[in-house]
């Protein structure tokens, strides 16, 4: 149980693009889910917390408007990345948390995104 | 906010060994788990352990809230075991936000 799924896995685009990375909760209700970006050789970085049906709070640092969060649905969390540049490109990785009396977080296998 | 600390940073082990990964965290905690991240960056759940004693094989995890860390214990290791370990917590009250140590990358070798 409590498997989380991201799609694309690997995604590459074109500066200037936009691209969006679906998270989905595969059995399970998912109340919070979390956007992580993972540079190369390094930990993951909280980029915002999703609750679903409100917006999405973001950490300091991470440009809300190029970076666009959707949680429409307790299974469903999309991050857009607008007019992509270079510097964009890294390892996204989504997270859920839901289940009851548990703070507990799943994973998502995560999406490397390549801004040529 | 609060920080986490993980030793060592890097760790070769021959196969077999067995070997401890320590997390030290800043303030208490209501959610601590340890993370597998395999060469392909998929995190692998290890571990929910807020406090107490679990063991999964060849894991274990022991946590000792009131002193702020955490152990995780790999026996009779396997090259498959190699990658980079992560503790991650998250504090406060309804606070879910976890953050990421800085890893222990661990390469066992045959």
């Known amino acids: 149980g409590a498997v989380v799924s991201q799609h694309p896995s690997r995604v590459i685009c074109k500066s200037g693009t936009s691209v969006k990375i679906e998270c989905r909760s595969l059995?399970?209700?998912?109340?919070?889910m979390f956007w992580y970006r993972q540079f190369p050789k390094q930990s993951l970085m909280l980029m915002a917390t999703?609750?679903?049906?409100?917006?999405?709070?973001?950490e300091q640092g991470v440009e809300k408007d190029k970076f666009l969060i959707n949680h429409a649905s307790l299974t469903l969390s999309t991050l857009t990345v607008t007019s992509a540049h270079p510097e964009d490109s890294s390892f996204y990785i989504c997270?859920?948390?839901?289940?009851?009396?548990?703070?507990?977080?799943?994973f998502g296998p995560g999406t490397r995104l390549t801004v040529t | 906010g609060i920080q986490v600390e993980q030793s060592p940073p890097d760790l070769i082990l021959q196969e077999g060994a067995n070997s401890t990964l320590r997390c030290n965290f800043s303030?208490?905690?209501?959610?601590l788990q340890w993370f597998h991240q395999n060469p392909w960056g998929q995190l692998i759940n290890l571990f929910y352990?807020?406090?107490g004693t679990k063991q999964n094989g060849r894991l274990s995890a022991t946590t000792v809230a009131t002193e702020r860390y955490s152990l995780l214990y790999i026996s009779s290791s396997q090259t498959t075991d190699s990658g980079v370990y992560f503790c991650?917590?998250?504090?406060?009250?309804?606070?879910?936000?976890?953050?990421f140590g800085k890893g222990t990358k661990l390469s066992v070798i045959p």
């Open positions: 059995d399970f209700q998912a109340t919070t």
């Open positions: 997270s859920a948390t839901g289940l009851a009396s548990s703070y507990e977080q799943y």
């Open positions: 303030d208490s905690v209501n959610n």
């Open positions: 352990i807020p406090s």
């Open positions: 991650a917590v998250s504090s406060g009250a309804g606070s879910y936000q976890l953050t």
């Open positions: 999703s609750n679903e049906g409100s917006k999405a709070t973001y």
